[in-house]
């Protein structure tokens, strides 16, 4: 079994950063692709940034050239290093863990979930 535990979150200014950080527990961590969605109020969970086992990214359109995806092997621990932050990026952001590298696009497909850390952005 695999288990997601976040942190990192918090209230910043608009043109801020944050750190997120997902602490991996269970299978092996280097084999799993690892990614992050996030969730505004009533609206769908969404798909931000994922990394593969091999250390391929890709990231949304939304956050593409602010957000950095990143991994470490050797900590179990995946990172989502967020800069010039906007109040748009509000949210409650969750990790997510997944065999297949494609499905962490698509949140209804995914195999595991952390239970989520909130950023809000101020403007």
């Known amino acids: 079994q695999v288990q997601l535990v976040e942190s990192g979150g918090g209230l910043v200014q608009a043109g801020g950063s944050l750190r997120l950080s997902c602490a991996y527990s269970?299978?092996?961590?280097?084999?799993?692709?690892m990614g992050w969605f996030r969730q505004a109020p009533k609206k769908e969970r969404r798909f931000v940034a994922r990394?593969?086992?091999?250390?391929?990214?890709s990231y949304s359109d939304s956050v593409k050239g602010r957000f950095t995806i990143s991994r470490d092997n050797a900590k179990n621990t995946v990172y989502l290093q967020m800069n010039n932050l906007k109040p748009e990026d509000t949210a409650v952001y969750y990790c997510a863990a997944d065999s297949n590298y494609y499905r962490l696009r698509d949140s209804s497909t995914v195999d595991y979930w952390g239970q989520g850390t909130q950023v809000t952005v101020s403007s």
């Open positions: 269970g299978r092996t961590f280097s084999s799993y692709n």
């Open positions: 990394v593969g086992s091999g250390g391929t990214t």
